[in-house]
């Protein structure tokens, strides 16, 4: 057996996988080839060293563990929050936009002013007919935070708790619909069924129609 | 054989109507759910996410669950696939660059207490290095060194063969050790 060989049998001897014969060949193998020796020395250091990380993690997380109560997440999320009520991806769409409608029509500004009927302006012209698909309104969704944030910073109201409320309500939408898509798209399928390479694809495919 | 009948004990009265029965099955097994999340997902958010997705599938889905294999064995199935799930709506919102957006924006925020372990320096680094395992190779070497579960019951949740499984395990141990070389 050459030394690639005994590599083979050192991680699965830490594996426990190895029969007596095997461990009576890698017994002997290491008694004489120093190289081996160190690699088996190394990966017994590094099973250690996870082992030793993985006690420190557990140690850490207990008062978590603690307070993990299986009923109280039964109960709390049987009580649908308002947002995920709102399941369809196009009710989301609208919500949005009344809020953004909102933001804007709150402040009396002028400047502000000024960029919500750029805004809209920008909106009608680049967003005019791409609602057709969800792929589509997920961008839109990117788009319409992405500008709201680049002008609020303008603005100098983007640290503001109020601005911050408003994109954290974004931030749910988003994500919910960005959660519907992707259940409509893949959540029914077993993950055995997509390797990386159809995930890859798709990416590639919403890539063609993100503007 | 006593763990799977205590586990079939604890299913009974929990379709019985007793909720403490649900209550000690999860608590009996919620190291180990959030343990396994937080491995695949590198944090503890999206741990703690997968955690109680897992608790809300269990409780709404116990009723259908035929006991051909063992809680854990099912438990796991639930994890990892959620888990994977994850994983694949990352790669998607990855795609719309979200997070550089949120961590810009909320750059200021404070960190939570629980993160606070992240700040000791060889977890990160271990964390890091189990995060750059190409996905196949962290979900094996996930379950089998961490969960300790034969390569016959990773087949049977991954739907792999033990062959391919064993190969799995030999190139991400021989990734973390390339990778963790300088903390030994």
């Known amino acids: 057996m050459n030394c690639e060989e005994i590599k083979n049998l050192i991680v699965r001897y830490f594996d426990s996988e190895l029969n007596e014969p095997e461990k009576a060949l890698l017994q002997h193998h290491l008694g004489e080839c120093k190289t081996c020796l160190s690699e088996f020395k190394d990966l017994e250091k590094l099973f250690l060293v996870l082992e030793k990380e993985n006690n420190n993690l557990l140690e850490t997380k207990e008062h978590y563990f603690r307070n993990l109560d299986p009923l109280e997440i039964v109960s709390k999320k049987s009580k649908r929050k308002w947002y995920e009520l709102s399941l369809n991806p196009y009710l989301s769409l609208a919500s949005l936009v009344l809020i953004i409608f909102l933001v804007f029509f709150n402040f009396s500004d002028d400047q502000l002013n000024q960029v919500a009927n750029k805004y809209l302006q920008d909106k009608n012209q680049n967003l005019e007919s791409s609602f057709e698909t969800d792929s589509e309104e997920l961008t839109n969704f990117y788009l319409n935070e992405e500008y709201l944030i680049e002008n609020a910073e303008n603005l100098n109201i983007l640290r503001s708790e109020y601005f911050q409320g408003i994109v954290n309500s974004l931030r749910e939408m988003q994500n919910q619909l960005i959660n519907n898509f992707y259940e409509n798209e893949f959540y029914n399928l077993n993950t055995a069924d997509l390797n990386d390479d159809e995930i890859n694809e798709i990416i590639a495919q919403l890539e063609t129609r993100k503007f | ?184």
Not at chain 2, 117 to 139: F, M
């Open chain 2, 1 to 184: 054989m006593k763990n799977i009948i205590d586990d079939n004990i604890l299913i009974d009265r929990f379709l019985e109507g007793d909720d403490s029965a649900f209550k000690a099955l999860i608590d009996k097994y919620k190291r180990k759910v959030y343990l396994t999340a937080y491995r695949l997902l590198g944090n503890h958010e999206d741990a703690n996410d997968i955690t109680q997705e897992v608790i809300i599938k269990m409780y709404k889905e116990l009723k259908n669950f035929r006991r051909e294999s063992s809680i854990y064995t099912w438990l796991y199935r639930i994890v990892t696939n959620l888990s994977l799930n994850e994983l694949k709506k990352r790669k998607i919102r990855n795609f719309f660059d979200y997070d550089e957006v949120d961590e810009w924006l909320f750059k200021d925020d404070k960190q939570s207490p629980e993160l606070s372990y992240r700040e000791n320096e060889l977890s990160n680094k271990i964390q890091e290095a189990i995060n750059k395992l190409p996905e196949k190779q962290r979900i094996v070497f996930t379950l089998r060194y961490y969960d300790g579960l034969s390569y016959e019951e990773i087949s049977d949740i991954l739907g792999t063969s033990v062959g391919a499984l064993k190969a799995n395990y030999f190139h991400a141990i021989n990734k973390l050790q390339k990778e963790l070389k300088n903390e030994l």
